[in-house]
């Protein structure tokens, strides 16, 4: 359902506005340049795939993106493996049980760069929570869930900088 509420490039655009700030419907319309029924049809299709909440202000209804069930979406394609490893293993040593792991070094500390083969800058969380220490220093040393997560944008900016001489 979420997919198909995205198939629309309105409702992206919708979704885009909704990322920066909250709207009305008619300001939705304002900012397309399209009517308010035909702005309130996608809201409600967007509505009904629950990326979009409403809130009520009086007999005024703003809306404002529900960013945990888009990232919910996205977490639809992550990969997952079980795997067993003697205790006082690192997380980069555990990973590369179940893929290629491009490691950077920098002074002592170790970085993930890429797995397989996919660049990028990745966190790591152990049982929901993230370490304050380099995946080559945490030594697993009781059974729980590693994830790994690549950072990439949700939102894009771009900033043009003029330096005045």
């Not at 035909?38 to 990326?51: G, M, P, S, Y």
């Not at 690549?150 to 900033?159: A, D, G, I, Q």
């Amino acid at each position: 359902m979420i997919f198909k509420a995205l198939s629309s490039k309105t409702r992206v655009e919708m979704m885009k506005l909704l990322m920066k700030s909250d709207y009305h419907v008619s300001g939705l319309a304002k900012a397309l340049g399209i009517s308010v029924p035909v702005a309130a049809k996608h809201v409600r299709i967007l509505e009904d795939a629950e990326l979009v909440e409403s809130k009520i202000f009086g007999k005024t209804h703003v809306l404002r993106v529900n960013r945990e069930k888009l990232y919910e979406a996205m977490e639809t394609f992550g990969e997952e493996y079980g795997i067993e490893v003697p205790k006082g293993t690192s997380i980069v040593d555990a990973l590369k049980e179940v893929a290629s792991v491009g490691i950077r070094k920098i002074e002592d500390k170790e970085f993930i760069e890429s797995i397989d083969d996919e660049e990028g800058f990745f966190v790591y969380e152990v049982d929901g929570s993230s370490p304050e220490m380099p995946v080559n220093e945490y030594k697993m040393d009781k059974s729980g869930e590693i994830e790994i997560k690549r950072l990439v944008p949700v939102l894009k900016k771009r900033v043009r900088v003029k330096v005045k001489e």
